[in-house]
Each structure stands twice: as structure tokens, then as C-alpha cells.
């Protein structure tokens, strides 16, 4: 691998590397390029982003956030610093688009890989390396199994290092074919589909079975209905490893069974947002993971002013709110100390915003190229290259009108030069306003050509970015 290095010294500073450098030393030579796709290196190399993001090496991690714009519906996913002015990054190239949606739904993100479903199809994105995965279709379809409601999360699995999807298909109260419940798992390890043999002998909340569920510990959560009438509200752990169901019985005490519940991660424990009739949204946590009396309230939060939803948490204790205001949806950032809500700036479709943890890595780098990636042309780049277009044609017209001018200048000054009739006095005067005027427009030439070029050379980035 190395003719001065031993190699074990060269994939320990490999792996420290960022992602953007480690694609381009793949070109180095062919060991690097198989190493740098072996599945043990990129685990390595996510334990260490991991242990770099938890860390204090970066006081200001990067976050992901992704809002939905309309007219054109366009996706946009953008890394912020979580610092105090929560400052705008990089945006990220999202090249797919929903062909039966207006935008995807995001089931789940888990160590900077994410999660998206449109009805049936299930796809994969790395931002990190750019590229998507288009999964198989399900075992549980509407043409297999009749018509059916279903409720699915995403997940990883640090025993196994794989990440799953899980999906849980109910019978719709018309379906004569599905008579049960069933639950069927996409493994990325193995490429596909199967049914569980796990039985989930519950009822399934439906308000928001589209929203992300908590992973934690190898374990995606639900809220499920138990109980002999089924009012009973509890958290519904499946294990990604051995594919259970793992009952978690909420306290009494905690809440009423009319408030609607989300599980999300709070500082590496479990919580749950609990939304009730009187327009708070209650967060409680579990200290102690498993054990039911270490549930505690750790906010309460009013939703009444226009907070339609939490989102998440940043690194300094601030709370990501998505509030409305005068017929538009904003993120805003709550203080739960002072209770004061700071607009982030960031408006979108209702429902569709997105704040998660962002960690490089290289996910997927081993998988087989998918033509999603490459067959597909976004709303957003149809727009910027529709606008490209009009600003190149817009340049052109100017440069071919402002060269027509020049040289008809250039023409009447020589003329006037050359002519025996001339005069020192006022043609004089005029002769050197002429001069003044045609190197103006020189110069205003020279920009817009200069301007035209640069044009060109990004048309150019763009063509090769989509090869």
C-alpha cells in the first residue's frame, strides 16, 4: 500500500480524512480505491466522524436542513454551523425528484443517511457522497396484499452495522386478501426485502406514521394502541438485530390518552413529544433507558401562538420549532429559559421541514451505481438551467448590441479624424468625447464578455457534475 508507511498507520490516517478527500484518493491507486470501499473502513471511518461530532473537536457541528419550496416544487437541503448566529454553509445538490408527489416523504436519517418514500418506493440518499440508492420493491404492495395502510421507520444497527427499514402493513376494513398485521424488513446488508415473523398484536395511531421515529439502541420506536379497548397509549421498541417487538409501558401519572405522541432522541435518551388538547407540546425523557419511573418532564412548550411542530434539538438547549405566520411557515428557534422564539429565516411548505444531526460518511460508496441518480433531472435544476439560459441568451443580445456601437464610434471618429474639413475648436472637444465614450464602452464589452465566459465555464461544471 505504502513503500514508508506500515499499513496499519495508513488506514488510521486515512480514515481521519474527510469524505471530499477520500473520494479524490481513490484516484491514487487501486489499493486505496478498494480499501476506502471495504465495509469495515467505512464503518471506521463513521465511528470516527461519530466521535468527531460528539466530541469537542467541532464546538459548532454541522446540521442538515431540509424545507420545501412550491411553484416550482423544489427540495432543498442545506447545512448550517449550530452556532449562535446559526449561519448558512453549503447546500447540498438533491437531483431526484417525486413523480407522483409533490415532494418526498423523509422516513428517517440516521448517521447522515437518509431515508425517502414515495407510496411504494423506497430510496436511499447520501449527501455526503452525492449518491442514491433505489430499493426493491416491497413483498407487501397494493397489487400482493389488497389495500393497506402502513407505518415504517428507519434505522441503524450498531451490533450488525446495517441499517434497516421497517415497515408495518395494516388491512384496510375493506381488504379481503390481508386478514393480519404484518411487518417486513429491508436489510442493506443483504439488498432485500422479507416478512418478519414478528406478530404486533396492537393498533397503530396513524396520525404520524409519515413522521421520523426514533432509533435508539438498535431499536425503532413506536406508539401503538394497547390494552383491552386498544385506548392505552405505549412505546413499541423493535429490535433491528432479532426483529421483536419490545413493550414500553408509559406511567399513569404521564399524560392523557387524547394527546397525540412522537418518539424522537434527546441527548442521546429516548423522548417523546406529546401534543395535547390545550395547545402544549410536553417533552418527557427517559434518564434511564428501559425503566419506566425514569420518565421526567423536561419541557413545556405553548403551541397555541402557531408552532405546528417540533423538530429538534440543537447542541446549545434551543428547541427547532416550525411556527406559521400570516398564511407562511417559518423554522424558529426557541430559548425554553427565556421562552423567546428567534426567526431562523428558513420558510417552506407546512409539514415537509427537516432538522436532524449531520455526520459525513460513506455509506453507500460500496453500492452498485443506481441510473436514479443520473436519469432523473430535478424541478430545481430544470429552473436553474431554464434561468441560465435566459441570463447567456440576455448576455449575448447585450455584447452583440454593444459591439454594433463600438464600431460604428470607432468608424465616425476616424472619419472625423481623417476629414480635411476639420476644426481644433468644438470639433476638437467633440473628437475627444467620442474617444472618452468608445473606451467606455470598451470596457463594458470586455466585463460582459468576461461575464459571458464565466457563464460558460459553469454551464460547463454542471454537464460534467450530471456525466
Known amino acids: 500500500m505504502s513503500d514508508y508507511l506500515p499499513d496499519d498507520v495508513v488506514v488510521d490516517i486515512l480514515q481521519r480524512l474527510p469524505v471530499k478527500s477520500l473520494l479524490r484518493f481513490r484516484c491514487v491507486c487501486r489499493s486505496w480505491n478498494s480499501l476506502i470501499k471495504t465495509p469495515s473502513f467505512i464503518h471506521s471511518h463513521l465511528n470516527q466522524s461519530i466521535e468527531n461530532h460528539d466530541g469537542n473537536r467541532f464546538p459548532h457541528p454541522p446540521v442538515i436542513v431540509r424545507y420545501c419550496a412550491s411553484k416550482p416544487n423544489v427540495e432543498h437541503y442545506k447545512l448550517f454551523r449550530d452556532n449562535e448566529s446559526f449561519e448558512e454553509d453549503t447546500e447540498l445538490d438533491f437531483s431526484i425528484e417525486s413523480c407522483r408527489l409533490n415532494h418526498f416523504r423523509l422516513i428517517g436519517s440516521e448517521n447522515g443517511l437518509m431515508c425517502f418514500l414515495e407510496q411504494e418506493r423506497f430510496i436511499l440518499w447520501n449527501p455526503s457522497i452525492r449518491k442514491f440508492v433505489n430499493l426493491p420493491k416491497p413483498c407487501i404492495t397494493l397489487k400482493t396484499h389488497g389495500r393497506i395502510t402502513c407505518n415504517q421507520a428507519f434505522g441503524f444497527d450498531p451490533r450488525t452495522n446495517d441499517y434497516k427499514v421497517v415497515r408495518i402493513a395494516f388491512p384496510h376494513v375493506s381488504n379481503a386478501v390481508l386478514k393480519e398485521t404484518l411487518v417486513e424488513v429491508y436489510s442493506l446488508s443483504t439488498g432485500c426485502w422479507k416478512i418478519s415473523s414478528a406478530s404486533f398484536p396492537y393498533a397503530d395511531t396513524h396520525k404520524h406514521s409519515f413522521k421520523p421515529k426514533a432509533c435508539l439502541n438498535g431499536c425503532v420506536h413506536f406508539i401503538a394502541l394497547a390494552g383491552q379497548n386498544r385506548t392505552s397509549k405505549i412505546v413499541l421498541a423493535f429490535d433491528l438485530r432479532d426483529e421483536v417487538f419490545r413493550e414500553m409501558i408509559l406511567p399513569e401519572n404521564m399524560i392523557g390518552s387524547e394527546a397525540e405522541m412522537v418518539t424522537c432522541v434527546f441527548k442521546g435518551s429516548l423522548a417523546l413529544l406529546c401534543y395535547d388538547r390545550w395547545k402544549r407540546c410536553l417533552i418527557w425523557v427517559m434518564k434511564e433507558y428501559g425503566v419506566v419511573d425514569s420518565w421526567m418532564k423536561q419541557f413545556t412548550i405553548d403551541i397555541a401562538g402557531g408552532v405546528e411542530n417540533v423538530l429538534g434539538f440543537r447542541k446549545n438547549g434551543q428547541i427547532i420549532l416550525e411556527t406559521r405566520k400570516l398564511g407562511y411557515w417559518e423554522l424558529s ?68 448590441q454593444l459591439k454594433e456601437k463600438v464600431e460604428y464610434k470607432v468608424r465616425r471618429f476616424q472619419m472625423e479624424m481623417d476629414s480635411p474639413q476639420r476644426q481644433l475648436g468644438e470639433n476638437r472637444v467633440s473628437e475627444v468625447r467620442e474617444l472618452s465614450e468608445v473606451r467606455e464602452l470598451q470596457a463594458e464589452l470586455k466585463a460582459i464578455e468576461q461575464e459571458f465566459q464565466e457563464f460558460q465555464e459553469f454551464q460547463e461544471q454542471i454537464v460534467r457534475r450530471r456525466a
Not at 335 to 340: A, H, K, T, V, Y
Not at 349 to 364: G, I, M, P, S
Open 333 to 400: 428557534s426557541y430559548d425554553p429559559e427565556s421562552q423567546r422564539a428567534t426567526k431562523l429565516g428558513i420558510h417552506g411548505r407546512a409539514h415537509y421541514f427537516c432538522f436532524d444531526t449531520y455526520r459525513e460518511n460513506l455509506v453507500l460508496l460500496n453500492q452498485a451505481n443506481d441510473a436514479l441518480s443520473r436519469s432523473r433531472v430535478t424541478k430545481k435544476r430544470k429552473y436553474r438551467a431554464s434561468e441560465l439560459s435566459r441570463k447567456m441568451e440576455e448576455i449575448q443580445r447585450k455584447t452583440k
